[in-house]
T-cell receptor, first 111, second 114 residues
Framework: EAGVAQSPRYKIIEKRQSVAFWCNPI?????LYWYQQILGQGPKLLIQ????????DSQLPKDRFSAERLKGVDSTLKIQPAKLEDSAVYLC?????????FGPGTRLLVL | AQSVTQLDSQVPVFEEAPVELRCNYS??????LFWYVQYPNQGLQLLLK??????LVKGINGFEAEFNKSQTSFHLRKPSVHISDTAEYFC????????????FGKGTRLHILP
C-alpha cells in the first residue's frame, strides 16, 4: 500500500514570497491533516479535512495560509506571503479511523 | 481539552541498555494514545497505539508501552536499544472519537551512546 506522498521535499524562499505544498493521501482515507512542525517541537495541527470539507482550521493563520482539497483526494497548502517564522517542516497525514499516517514532510526555509 | 506532557526532552542511553520514555496525559474523557517515531529528515511513523483492551501494547522494533489509567501515563519502553533507535519520539492523545484531532507532546530525543 502506497503511503502519504508530499512534494516538494525541500523549499527555500525569501520572505514575502509565496509557496505551495502538495499532498496525496493514502487511497480511501477520507480525513486529511496538515501540520506545522517547528524545530524542537511536536507537530501542530493547521487544518483538518473530511473529504473536501474543513473540520478544523482554528489554528490556521488565515491572513497568510490557505488550504484546499477540492476533489476530496489530494490537497494543497499555500503560504502567501511567507514570514521568517514560517520556517518549519509541513507534514501531511491521512486517516481512515483513529490512526493517522504521515508523509515525509516538506522542509521550508524562509530567508 | 486534552494535553500531553513528555517529561524528558532528551534521554541518553548506552547501546544494548534498556530505556523508558515517559509520557503523561490529561483528559476529562476516554482517550486513544499513540507513540510515533521520527527519524532525521523523515515524517512520523506509528510505533504503537492503545485503543482498548490489554494495557500492555507491543509495537514495532521491539518497543512496548503500558497504559496506566490511574496515573494517566503511557510510558514507552525497550529492553535493549540499538544505535538505529536514535530518533525523536512523540507521545500523542486523541479523544475516543473517530477522526478527532491528535494532540502531540513536545517530543523526546533519544541519544544512543556506543
Amino acid at each position: 500500500e502506497a503511503g502519504v506522498a508530499q512534494s516538494p521535499r525541500y523549499k527555500i524562499i525569501e520572505k514575502r514570497q509565496s509557496v505551495a505544498f502538495w499532498c496525496n493521501p493514502i487511497s480511501g482515507h477520507a480525513t486529511l491533516y496538515w501540520y506545522q512542525q517547528i524545530l524542537g517541537q511536536g507537530p501542530k495541527l493547521l487544518i483538518q479535512f473530511q473529504n473536501n470539507g474543513v473540520v478544523d482550521d482554528s489554528q490556521l493563520p488565515k491572513d497568510r495560509f490557505s488550504a484546499e482539497r477540492l476533489k476530496g483526494v489530494d490537497s494543497t497548502l499555500k503560504i502567501q506571503p511567507a514570514k521568517l517564522e514560517d520556517s518549519a517542516v509541513y507534514l501531511c497525514a491521512s486517516s481512515l479511523e483513529e490512526t493517522q499516517y504521515f508523509g515525509p514532510g516538506t522542509r521550508l526555509l524562509v530567508l | 481539552a486534552q494535553s500531553v506532557t513528555q517529561l524528558d526532552s532528551q534521554v541518553p542511553v548506552f547501546e544494548e541498555a534498556p530505556v523508558e520514555l515517559r509520557c503523561n496525559y490529561s483528559s476529562s474523557v476516554s482517550v486513544y494514545l499513540f507513540w510515533y517515531v521520527q527519524y532525521p529528515n523523515q515524517g512520523l511513523q506509528l510505533l504503537l497505539k492503545y485503543l482498548s483492551g490489554s494495557t500492555l501494547v507491543k509495537g514495532i522494533n521491539g518497543f512496548e508501552a503500558e497504559f496506566n489509567k490511574s496515573q494517566t501515563s503511557f510510558h514507552l519502553r525497550k529492553p535493549s536499544v540499538h544505535i538505529s533507535d536514535t530518533a525523536e519520539y512523540f507521545c500523542a492523545v486523541t479523544r475516543m472519537n473517530r477522526d478527532d484531532k491528535i494532540i502531540f507532546g513536545k517530543g523526546t530525543r533519544l541519544h544512543i551512546l556506543p
